[in-house]
């Protein structure tokens, strides 16, 4: 979601930093770094889906400033690489977007809190609920996870937008609703189908990637 720097006040721009360095300093000491540093498999994983997703978030449809859609796909990152690896990505991808000059890089924390961290924590969120579940059908972790946690990623994420910039005056709240929130049902749907769809073909093809998938609980 683009953004631009006139949108905001500067006591959101400090909270939102602020709850930006909290997650990321959780993010760096949850990752499994000396797991990174050995496996190669990971490594390609983590910098390929910060590449794929640098240029995925280059196509993005303009509506009014603060409110651009794009697909997000943290959901299949996530799952790929658990939430904290997800975040580290997810920035990498950001620094692309903000070096090809499609955002400002003084909303870096801003953009990094609402397309990254949020989507990544809600789709870590959902993940857990299955597993706690403890469903013993694998399409449990496809829907749940992929599709529906995918739509959940892009609800709370969109919700938290609207929020942002209605409590700091530059639209009102039916302006975002005319504008966005009626929208948002139609962003969630291509969203659930692009996360679903990669998880689904990485879970018959090559499930090793999806480092969330506990293939030993669907064998019971």
């Known amino acids: 979601m683009g953004m631009t720097l006139q949108i905001f006040s500067t006591t959101q721009l400090v909270v939102t930093a602020a709850l930006f360095c909290l997650i990321l300093a959780a993010a760096v000491r949850q990752a499994d770094w000396a797991r990174l540093k050995t496996d190669q498999a990971l490594q390609h994983s983590l910098f390929g889906a910060a590449v794929a997703l640098g240029f995925l978030w280059q196509l993005r449809a303009g509506l009014s400033p603060g409110l651009t859609i794009h697909i997000f796909a943290m959901t299949a990152v996530t799952l790929m690489l658990g939430w904290p690896l997800a975040v580290m990505a997810g920035l990498m991808a950001l620094v692309i977007v903000v070096v090809t000059g499609r955002e400002p890089w003084q909303l870096f924390a801003a953009n990094g809190l609402i397309t ?15 597993r706690h579940k403890d469903f013993r059908n694998f399409f449990a972790y496809i829907f749940f996870c992929g599709f529906f946690g995918a739509a959940g990623a892009v609800l709370v994420a969109g919700g938290t937008m609207v929020l942002m910039l209605w409590s700091s005056g ?21 969203e659930a189908f692009v996360n679903g769809t990669v998880v689904s073909g990485l879970m018959v093809f090559n499930p090793e990637r999806l480092l969330t998938l506990d293939e030993r609980r669907y064998r019971r």
């Open 116 to 130: 990254v961290m949020v989507p990544a924590l809600v789709s870590h969120g959902i993940m857990l609920w299955e």
């Open 170 to 190: 530059s639209y009102s709240w039916d302006e975002l609703v005319h504008e966005y929130l009626r929208y948002l049902p139609l962003i969630m749907l291509p």
